[in-house]
């Protein structure tokens, strides 16, 4: 049996720019080869933190859950919206504390400091040791051509309109190298005052 990290497919990745995060993911649920949905949609959205889950579907669903519940619950205890940093670390602690029978995710982060407003993006193992970075991340079967991609567009400073064409471009051209992303791709372009989201279509093969 493959890696089941892989089994489904899927991709995401986040971009740093000046004042303003991206983050987008592709839109295929697959079993392998076989494509059974191209409305999967791998990015969820959690007060200021927006967290992009690649890996197998039926985990994917349980943690998008989890971390609702999570999340709904730190809002009432708390009385504030958690911020992306916290959001962070709850992902690492839920994940390693399933370690010995891990969820299999490779789940990645962002989203502005609602007080500094600043970026964060990180991303994370399956057992949850955090990734930080300042320029991207990746995640994914097709993760390899996305640093390919990354590492060529990416510039600092990006002002949101250009994260939005550098994350896009990146994503569709090494979604179309994999044969187990693709369909379709999603982004979120995240500044302090606004979230913009962007439907994309992409090849159908």
């Known amino acids: 049996m493959s890696d089941p990290s892989s089994i489904n497919g899927g991709s995401v990745v986040a971009m740093v720019g000046k004042d303003c995060v991206a983050i987008g993911c592709d839109m295929r649920l697959g079993m392998q080869a076989l494509t059974i949905s191209n409305d999967f949609p791998k990015i969820f959205q959690f007060n200021n933190a927006f967290l992009g889950l690649t890996g197998l579907a039926t985990d994917v669903i349980t943690l998008s859950e989890v971390f609702r519940y999570k999340v709904n619950l730190y809002n009432l205890r708390e009385e504030r919206k958690i911020e992306p940093e916290t959001f962070a670390n709850l992902v690492s602690s839920t994940l390693y504390e399933k370690r010995f029978g891990p969820y299999f995710v490779g789940p990645i982060v962002a989203g502005i400091n609602s007080k500094s407003g600043k970026p964060y993006i990180c991303g994370f193992d399956l057992i949850g040791c955090i990734n930080f970075a300042k320029d991207f991340v990746v995640g994914g079967t097709s993760s390899d051509q996305l640093f390919g991609m990354c590492e060529s567009l990416w510039e600092p400073d990006l ?47």
């Not at 994503?171 to 979230?195: C, E, F, H, M, P």
């Open 159 to 205: 002002e949101p309109d250009d994260l939005f064409e550098t994350l896009s471009q990146a994503l569709l051209n090494a979604q179309d190298r994999d044969a187990l992303s693709g369909w379709g791709a999603v982004v979120y372009v995240i500044t302090k005052d606004k979230v913009v989201k962007r439907l994309l279509k992409t090849r159908q093969d």
